[in-house]
């Protein structure tokens, strides 16, 4: 599959705006609505597995075993890492138990002795949760013809979700199994159908798409509406097929710096929250303002460097390659011929 800049940005985007969800809570300035960058990750994440499997069909089994190593490593290091932080007294407030532990590590949903939400040790990693779960769903319709993947898929998230609206369950683990937000990832499919098949509307239609949704975004965070998948969710589907529907019509920029930061969106994502609490206490004497940008900054830098020095070179080991990282200039590299 070609690279998608439009994908790239968005997850660039996304994972930026995460950041300052975080960093202003720390400063006291709320950034509320970034926290819809989440949203637009599970409308990506949906889009990128149908074009994927699409383009390049793959068993059920190497599925779940490369996106499990896509997603397990840095994950399961950034929660080594909070674990090691909370024994030596940085994260006062975060308390542990082996149960809560484990489920963090093996992506079930589990109450935070801490809080008592469904967050792991390192609480962004709930999203995780349901990245893990989606993907299971999703081999299983892999199993099944390519045209009935997406009703597979569909039919799945649309019952659980059915029954949550209709149950109400009181158990916290089938309340998280039947919300709303995994229609977002049967969105991202839908779209990757309409992609592949180029029915997604002209590039004129597609920037006011964009419009729309980072207006309606805007609107949210500054009117202070209350907001969840069933107001973020439509606005994520709206700018996702709005910026590919630029992108196919041959009219967006090739922007480096921006694809960049969409690769290492995964590190930034993971790892942003232990640099603002470094940044909390270094620079906490700051005005608000400044002490958000200094966040978002360190936050961004914290996450560039976790994926160059750690994600990208052990995803380049788990190929069986290395990356130019460990190359050291010691003799000629061998030509890749593979």
């Given at each position: 599959?070609?690279?998608?800049?439009?994908?790239?940005?968005?997850?660039?985007l996304a994972?930026l705006?995460?950041?300052?969800?975080h960093?202003?809570?720390?400063?006291?300035?709320?950034?509320?609505?970034?926290?819809?960058?989440?949203d637009?990750f599970?409308?990506?994440?949906?889009?990128?597995?149908?074009?994927?499997?699409?383009?390049?069909?793959t068993?059920?089994?190497?599925?779940?075993?490369?996106?499990f190593?896509?997603?397990?490593?840095?994950?399961?290091?950034?929660?080594?890492?909070?674990?090691?932080?909370?024994?030596?007294?940085?994260f006062?407030?975060?308390?542990?138990?082996?149960?809560?532990?484990?489920?963090?590590?093996?992506?079930?949903?589990?109450?935070?002795?801490?809080?008592g939400?469904?967050?792991?040790?390192?609480?962004?990693?709930?999203?995780?949760n349901?990245?893990?779960?989606?993907?299971l769903?999703?081999?299983?319709?892999?199993?099944?013809?390519p045209?009935?993947?997406?009703?597979v898929?569909?039919g799945?998230f649309?019952?659980l979700?059915?029954?949550?609206?209709l149950?109400?369950?009181?158990?916290p683990?089938?309340?998280?199994?039947?919300?709303?937000?995994?229609?977002?990832?049967?969105?991202?499919?839908?779209?990757?159908?309409l992609?592949?098949r180029?029915?997604?509307?002209?590039?004129?239609?597609g920037a006011v798409?964009?419009i729309l949704a980072?207006?309606?975004?805007?609107?949210?965070?500054i009117?202070q509406?209350?907001?969840?998948?069933?107001?973020?969710?439509?606005?994520?589907?709206?700018l996702?097929?709005?910026?590919?529907?630029?992108?196919?019509?041959?009219?967006?920029?090739?922007?480096?710096?921006?694809?960049?930061?969409?690769?290492?969106?995964?590190?930034?994502?993971?790892?942003?929250?232990?640099?603002?609490?470094?940044?909390?206490?270094?620079?906490a004497?700051?005005?608000?303002?400044?002490?958000?940008?200094v966040?978002?900054?360190?936050?961004?830098?914290?996450g560039?460097?976790a994926?160059e020095?750690?994600?990208?070179?052990?995803?380049?080991?788990?190929?069986?390659?290395?990356?130019?990282?460990w190359r050291?200039?010691?003799?000629?590299?061998?030509?890749?011929?593979?």
């Amino acid at each position: 599959m070609p690279t998608l800049y439009s994908i790239q940005y968005l997850r660039a985007l996304a994972a930026l705006a995460v950041v300052v969800f975080h960093a202003g809570e720390r400063s006291g300035l709320h950034f509320t609505i970034g926290a819809a960058g989440v949203d637009v990750f599970f409308v990506v994440s949906g889009f990128i597995m149908m074009a994927i499997s699409d383009s390049r069909p793959t068993a059920p089994a190497s599925f779940l075993r490369n996106r499990f190593l896509r997603i397990a490593p840095s994950y399961w290091a950034a929660t080594v890492v909070m674990l090691l932080g909370a024994a030596i007294g940085l994260f006062p407030n975060l308390q542990l138990t082996l149960v809560h532990t484990l489920a963090s590590f093996l992506f079930i949903p589990a109450q935070s002795p801490s809080s008592g939400e469904m967050w792991p040790v390192l609480v962004q990693g709930w999203t995780l949760n349901y990245e893990i779960f989606f993907y299971l769903v999703f081999a299983a319709a892999l199993a099944t013809r390519p045209g009935l993947r997406l009703p597979v898929l569909a039919g799945v998230f649309c019952l659980l979700t059915a029954c949550g609206l209709l149950l109400h369950p009181e158990s916290p683990l089938l309340a998280f199994y039947t919300a709303p937000v995994l229609l977002e990832f049967v969105a991202g499919a839908a779209i990757a159908k309409l992609w592949a098949r180029g029915a997604l509307p002209p590039a004129a239609v597609g920037a006011v798409l964009v419009i729309l949704a980072v207006g309606g975004f805007a609107a949210i965070q500054i009117l202070q509406m209350e907001f969840g998948p069933w107001t973020c969710g439509p606005l994520a589907i709206a700018l996702v097929i709005g910026a590919l529907s630029v992108e196919t019509r041959g009219r967006l920029p090739k922007l480096k710096a921006l694809a960049y930061l969409g690769d290492s969106s995964y590190s930034i994502y993971l790892w942003h929250t232990f640099a603002i609490s470094v940044a909390l206490k270094a620079a906490a004497f700051l005005p608000p303002s400044l002490f958000l940008g200094v966040c978002v900054v360190v936050g961004t830098l914290a996450g560039i460097i976790a994926y160059e020095g750690f994600e990208r070179p052990l995803q380049f080991l788990l190929r069986g390659k290395r990356s130019s990282l460990w190359r050291l200039p010691l003799r000629k590299p061998a030509p890749d011929r593979s």
